[in-house]
């Protein structure tokens, strides 16, 4: 089943920049690999901007993790340790593909077809509804930005 993600501008435009090639998560994400996660971009954007197809997901000890992802996180260690803190363990989803719709479902526009539809603080799975009604107005309409 596909899951929405929500992911903070910032890391979003690092995503499809190919510059950050793994989502980071305080709790253990029930993804596994070939699972296609939506991103939804949060404040100010407010859209489905493209989707992640996931390869693998590592669940380790932080300084574990961070030697494993480092490379391709996107981020300082220093912004790792802040997101993870307080935590003993994080979760890293690793992208096998990253596609861009060449244009969003603003949040506003999903409203309107499914009332009270409230973005997820971190990622939940997709129902039927809001799944069809994302396939109907992006279908294919997508970049791809990288493909392993």
């Known amino acids: 089943m596909p899951k929405l993600f929500s992911i903070k501008r910032q890391y979003s435009e690092k995503i ?17 690999e070939n699972d296609v996660c939506l991103i939804y971009t949060s404040f100010p954007v407010k859209e489905i901007t ?10 380790l000890s932080l300084d574990k993790l961070w030697k494993r992802t480092k490379e391709m ?3 300082t ?6 997101y993870f803190k307080g935590c003993e363990e ?13 244009s969003g479902l603003p949040l506003a ?5 499914l009332r009270g539809f409230v973005p997820p603080q971190s990622y939940c799975n ?5 799944y069809s009604l994302i396939h109907k107005k992006l279908g294919n309409k997508a970049v791809t930005l990288l493909d392993f």
């Open 50 to 59: 493209g989707y992640f197809v996931v390869k693998e997901k590592i669940r």
């Open 73 to 75: 996180a996107g981020i």
């Open 90 to 102: 994080g979760t890293a989803i690793v992208f096998k593909a990253i596609k861009m719709f060449v």
């Open 109 to 113: 526009e999903i409203r309107k077809k």
């Open 126 to 130: 997709l129902n039927e509804s809001l």
């Open 77 to 82: 260690k220093e912004e790792f340790m802040e």
């Open 16 to 32: 499809y920049a190919k510059k950050k090639l793994v989502e980071f998560r305080r709790q253990n994400v029930k993804v596994k």
